[in-house]
């Protein structure tokens, strides 16, 4: 099964806690998958594709329209 993190960000860039909370969660689940939900939040999003490790990117950017 994997583990869900909720990304922390700006918008911009993700916060350290996301960073840590990926790191947390692959000690747990060998499948991380990260959600990134906020306006405009491709960079965050592009952000948590990058970090090691991670599985999958969720992005939502507006209700009801979701990117995978």
């Known amino acids: 099964m994997a583990a869900l993190v909720i990304a922390e960000h ?21 499948e991380v998958d990260v959600l990134v939900a906020g306006n405009q939040s491709d960079l965050a999003a592009q952000a948590a594709a990058q970090i090691a490790g991670v599985r999958k990117v969720i992005q939502v950017d507006e209700i009801g329209r979701a990117h995978v």
Do not use: G, M, R
């Open 10 to 30: 700006d918008n911009h860039s993700l916060k350290a806690a996301t960073l840590n909370a990926v790191a947390a969660a692959l000690q747990c689940s060998p």
